[in-house]
């Protein structure tokens, strides 16, 4: 790719930044990134905007180079500006620094001359990149990277490893946001060995010992609608402080209603998670069938504070205001989506 060739030429020292949330995309396009330019002889660094859980460290420190990464805020590196500044995998300025434990005082990116932002997210970013490498039809960045950046001949057996992972991560292990270039590729990335089976047990078979709690309380606080076809998680801040959850636990129990149980319901098509963390936060998150939902779940959500992030399928934002009306509020906007009307109004 001769723009990224032409950037890269210029610049001796390298700063990447992987987005939050965590995941096998963020990580590992990161990983095969780094690992390509110091192959070009680039001094680089790779940074996760996260301190690192040990429930984390269980489930992605099997990844080649990991411990390479550096975990941790990235706002006091980023205040030393040193060659060019690569953000991975995100659209917003609060995902590329912990502003889970202090959002205040954002890092400003201007003052790195060169910003090259890779990503393939559907929603328009906010402007945080001088260069931009897009691909919303991509299955996920890694994607991107292998297809467009790396060359075939540099993909060995740990970087298969990464991607693999990468791909199965973002694509539910190929049962959503796939295309036939993403199979394509991770055919090449099975021929050069890639470890499928500690992928496959990590992305689905490796609970904690809480996992049937968990799935007890998303069973005791489910909603099906069937009018909606749509099935809703709505706890409130008193009763999630009651459980008195981990950070492990939380993410756990959100995934385990939004990839596991809710979308193995036979004849609802949408499942929304509505979690107000702290009294007035609400964290929405929200999956759709790949056959039958046919409503753009970012595109609809922005009418209830959503920044319209995500995919077609599968979005998560945070947003201000009262749970009983939000989930009024994305109830009537699911009933006005699913009323016939010409595709130009929709």
């Not at 890269?8 to 995309?25: E, G, T, V, W, Y």
Request: proline share 5%; glycine share 8%; charged share 25%.
């Amino acid at each position: 790719m001769k723009a990224f060739d032409s950037l890269i030429s210029k610049s001796n020292a390298i700063l990447i930044i992987a987005s939050r949330p965590l995941d096998f995309d963020s990580l590992g396009s990161g990983l095969i990134l780094k690992k390509y330019l110091e192959s070009l002889g680039k001094k680089v660094k790779l940074v996760y905007p996260e301190t690192l859980t040990g429930y984390s460290r269980e489930v992605y420190g099997f990844l080649p180079f990991f411990k390479e990464i550096i975990f941790g805020d990235s706002r006091e590196i980023l205040k030393h500006p040193d060659g060019l500044l690569i953000l991975l995998d995100g659209t917003s300025l609060v995902q590329f620094y912990d502003a889970f434990q202090d959002p205040s005082n954002p890092p400003d990116f201007k003052i790195w001359p060169e910003r090259l932002r890779i990503d393939h997210h559907l929603q328009k970013p906010e402007k945080l990149e001088t260069r931009l490498i897009r691909d919303p039809q991509a299955s996920s960045t890694t994607e991107i990277i292998l297809h467009r950046i790396i060359p075939p001949g540099f993909i060995n057996q740990q970087i298969a490893t990464i991607g693999y992972a990468a791909l199965a991560g973002d694509t539910g292990n190929f049962c959503w946001n796939f295309t036939a270039s993403t199979l394509k590729l991770a055919s090449v990335l099975v021929a050069k060995d890639a470890d499928k089976l500690t992928i496959i047990n990590r992305l689905f078979y490796f609970k904690s010992a809480n996992y049937f709690k968990l799935v007890k309380l998303v069973i005791d606080n489910v909603e099906f609608d069937p009018k909606l076809k749509t099935v809703f998680l709505t706890i409130p801040y008193r009763k999630l402080k009651t459980w008195n959850l981990s950070e492990e636990d939380y993410r756990e129990m959100r995934l385990t209603f939004l990839e596991e149980l809710g979308r193995k319901v036979r004849g609802f098509d949408r499942y929304v998670a509505l979690l107000e963390k702290d009294p007035g936060h609400i964290h929405v998150s929200a999956r759709g069938n790949n056959l039958n939902n046919k409503i753009n779940l970012p595109k609809m959500f922005m009418e209830v504070g959503g920044n319209g992030g995500g995919h077609f399928n599968a979005l998560g934002f945070e947003v201000e205001g009262n749970l009983g009306e939000v989930k009024a509020r994305v109830k009537k906007l699911i009933g006005e989506y699913l009323l016939p009307k010409p595709q130009s109004l929709r």
